[in-house]
C-alpha cells in the first residue's frame, strides 16, 4: 500500500509531531516501506481466531478503591519545564 | 587480589563473604575501568557517590553476616530505569534533565539486596533500535573488534550499553530490558549471556514504558550461573504493575545442574533463513550435537506461523509505543520547545515531540498512529493481535508435544558495523526476527555464547523455554555453556 503525501501530513498531525513540509515525500515513502512490510499479515487465515488481549491467561487483580498514596505535590512537579504556584504551566487554551 | 573488575557475580559473592574483598574495592575497581572507558560509550551517567555509599553499607551488611547474594555487587543499569535523583532519559533527548522521584520495582530489588549502582547505561532510545545508534548520546562500541581492524562495531540493541559494559568487563553484570530481542541480541553480540524472562517474572513498574505487552526486563551477565543470580533478584510480584505474575520465585541458581538427560530440545525448521551466514548454520548444529552428547533428546519442529511475527511485531509494537509515548507532551516532564509568538498548545506538542523524538522513535509513534487509526484498526492492528495469537498456538502445540526448550540462532549475523547505511528501516528490523517470537508469545528466552565467528567475533544460540520455567531453561542453558566452553573475551583497546 502506499502512503500518499496528505496521509503523511494527517498522521503526523494525529501523533502531534511537527513535520515540515518538505520531508513530508520521504516519510511517506518511509510509511509506504513499512507498511509495505506489514501486508504480508493478509497471507495468514485469522478466521475465528481472537486477537490476543493478555499473553499469560492471568485474572487482573482486584484491589479496595481507596487513597493509598499522594500529598506530594512539590514532588509531582519537581521535574515540569513550567510549573507555577503549585500547577503545570502551559499556552493559553482557552480564549 | 588483582583484575577485579574480571570476576563474575557467583566469584564475587564467595569472595566477599570469606572477607577476601570488600564491595568498596570491587566497586572503586569498576569505577576505575569505567573511567578509562569512554571510548566505548557504554556508562552515559555515572554515579560514583550512589556507588560508594552503597558499598560501604554492603560492606557492612555482610561483616553483620546479612548478605543476600548481591550484596555488595557493581551493576550497571539501562537508562530506561527509573533510579531515584539520577538521571534516566531512555536515551532521548525529550527526557533532557529528567530526574525521577521514584525507584523502579527493579532496581529496589537490587538495592534492597545489596547491589551497587555505577551508573546508567546507553541504549537505543525508547529501547527502539538493534545497533544503539539511534540514543540521543551517541553510540555505544562493541567492545569485540574484527582482529585488527578497528571498524567500530555495534554492540547491537536496544540494551547496548549493557552489553558493551559487561563485556568489557566494567561491571559485573547489568540490567537490559527485551521488547523483540534487546537482551538476547547484544548478549549475542558481545560473547555475553543475557535472558528475557516470561512476560510478568519482572514487574514494568518505573521502567519507561515502550509496548508494553512485549517488554521484560532481565539480567546480562558474564555467564549462565550470574544470570540465574541476579534474575531470581529481579523476579517477583508487585502490586504496582498489575501484570506481573503472583508465583514463587525459585532459586534459580540451585536449579543448575547440568543434567538435562530425558529433556526434549527442539529445533524449528522455520529457523532456518535464506542467506543465512554458513558459520550460523554451523553454530546451530554445533549446538544441537552438544545438548544430544549432554543427554538431551533432538526433535525437528515446526512454528509455522514465525514468518509472520515480525510484520505482526512491526503493527503491535508501534502501537503500543505510540499509545505509550502520548505522554511526552512537554507538560510535566523533560523538554518543552521554545515557542513563537502566538503559539498555542497544539504547537507545543507538536514542536517539542519533533525537537524531543529522534528520527525512528517518530517513524514508530507514527506508524502506531497510523495502524490504530478510524478505518484502519482492523485491518492493521486486530489482524496482527490475531496473528499473534497463532504465533503463541504455535508454542504451546510443540510444547504439548512434549518439547521442552527450543534452540534456534540468536541472531542472524555477527556484530556489524556502526554507521552502515541503512536506507530502508525494514533491514534494521531484520535483526530480531530469531527473539522477537518469544516476545509475541510471551515466552522465556535466553542467549548463550557458544563461538567465534572467522572474523573473531562471538557468536550466540537463543533457547527459548516453557512459561514460567526459567529455571529449567537456565538448567539446559547452563549445559550448553558448559559443552560450549566459551571462553574468549576481547582484547582490551579503548
Request: glycine share 10%.
Amino acid at each position: 500500500m502506499s502512503i500518499d503525501i496528505e496521509t503523511a501530513a494527517r498522521v503526523a498531525k494525529l501523533a502531534r509531531i511537527r513535520v515540515e513540509d518538505d520531508a513530508l515525500p520521504a516519510l511517506a515513502q518511509e510509511f509506504s516501506n513499512i507498511l509495505g512490510f506489514i501486508e504480508q499479515l493478509n497471507e495468514v487465515d485469522v478466521d475465528g481466531v481472537e486477537p490476543m488481549v493478555s499473553v499469560e491467561p492471568m485474572r487482573l487483580k482486584r484491589r479496595k478503591d481507596g487513597v493509598t498514596d499522594g500529598g506530594m505535590q512539590d514532588k509531582v512537579l519537581a521535574n515540569a519545564p513550567d510549573a507555577r504556584e503549585g500547577f503545570f504551566a502551559v499556552p493559553k487554551v482557552v480564549e | 587480589m588483582t583484575d577485579l573488575t574480571k570476576l563474575k557475580i557467583s566469584e564475587a559473592r564467595d569472595a566477599l563473604r570469606k572477607g577476601d574483598v570488600t564491595s568498596a574495592e570491587l566497586t572503586e575497581a569498576c569505577l576505575s575501568a569505567i573511567d578509562k572507558a569512554d571510548a566505548l560509550g557504554a556508562f552515559v551517567h555515572k554515579t560514583p557517590e550512589v556507588a560508594m555509599g552503597q558499598a560501604k553499607s554492603a560492606d557492612d551488611r555482610i561483616k553483620a553476616g546479612d548478605a543476600p547474594d548481591l550484596c555488595g555487587i557493581p551493576l550497571g543499569i539501562k537508562d530506561l530505569f527509573c533510579t531515584k535523583g539520577v538521571p534516566s532519559q531512555a536515551a532521548s533527548a525529550i527526557l533532557n534533565g529528567f530526574k525521577p522521584e521514584y525507584e523502579s520495582t527493579v532496581t529496589s530489588q537490587l538495592f534492597d539486596a545489596g547491589a551497587v549502582m555505577l551508573g546508567k547505561l546507553n541504549m537505543d532510545e525508547f529501547a527502539m533500535g538493534s545497533s544503539n545508534e539511534t540514543s540521543t548520546y551517541g553510540n555505544a562500541i562493541n567492545p569485540w573488534r574484527r582482529g585488527n581492524d578497528e571498524t567500530a562495531l555495534t554492540p547491537g540493541g536496544s540494551s547496548g550499553g549493557s552489553a558493551s559494559a559487561v563485556a568489557a568487563d566494567l561491571c559485573l553484570g547489568a540490567t537490559g530490558t527485551d521488547t523483540g530481542g534487546s537482551i538476547r541480541q547484544p548478549a549475542a553480540f558481545t560473547g555475553i549471556t543475557g535472558i528475557k524472562p516470561t512476560y510478568g517474572r519482572c514487574s514494568r513498574w518505573g521502567i519507561v514504558a515502550f509496548a508494553s505487552s512485549l517488554d521484560q526486563a532481565g539480567p546480562m551477565t558474564k555467564d549462565v550461573r550470574d544470570a540465574a543470580i541476579m534474575l531470581e533478584a529481579m523476579c517477583g510480584h508487585d502490586p504496582k504493575d498489575s501484570t506481573s505474575a503472583d508465583l514463587a520465585v525459585p532459586n534459580f541458581e540451585a536449579m543448575l545442574t547440568g543434567d538435562i538427560k530425558g529433556k526434549t530440545i527442539g529445533i524449528p525448521r522455520e529457523y532456518t533463513m535464506d542467506g543465512m551466514p554458513d558459520e550460523i548454520e554451523a553454530l546451530w548444529s554445533e549446538g544441537r550435537k552438544m545438548l544430544a552428547d549432554a543427554g538431551a533428546t533432538i526433535k525437528d519442529i515446526s512454528l509455522p506461523h514465525t514468518k509472520y511475527a515480525l510484520p505482526a511485531y512491526y503493527v503491535i509494537a508501534p502501537a503500543e509505543a505510540s499509545s505509550n509515548l502520548a505522554r511526552y507532551d512537554g507538560v510535566r516532564y523533560g523538554h518543552r520547545a521554545k515557542l513563537a509568538q502566538g503559539d498555542g498548545i497544539t504547537e507545543m506538542y507538536e514542536k517539542t515531540r519533533a525537537e524531543g523524538f529522534g528520527p525512528e522513535v517518530q517513524r514508530r509513534v507514527m506508524v502506531g498512529t497510523y495502524v490504530l487509526s478510524a478505518g484502519f484498526y482492523d485491518a492493521y492492528y486486530n489482524r496482527a493481535r490475531k496473528v499473534r495469537t497463532l504465533i503463541k498456538k504455535d508454542f504451546e502445540d510443540v510444547f504439548a508435544e512434549g518439547i521442552d526448550a527450543i534452540l534456534t540462532p540468536a541472531t542472524p549475523s555477527a556484530a556489524f558495523e556502526l554507521g552502515k547505511d541503512v536506507t530502508d528501516p525494514v533491514e534494521m528490523y531484520l535483526n530480531d526476527v530469531f527473539t522477537v517470537t518469544v516476545n509475541l508469545a510471551g515466552l522465556p528466552g535466553i542467549s548463550v555464547p557458544t563461538g567465534l565467528d572467522k572474523q573473531g567475533l562471538p557468536l550466540g544460540l537463543q533457547l527459548i523455554g516453557r512459561p514460567w520455567e526459567e529455571g529449567d531453561l537456565l538448567n539446559t542453558a547452563y549445559a550448553l555453556e558448559q559443552a560450549a566452553g566459551f571462553v574468549a573475551k576481547p582484547s582490551q583497546w579503548w
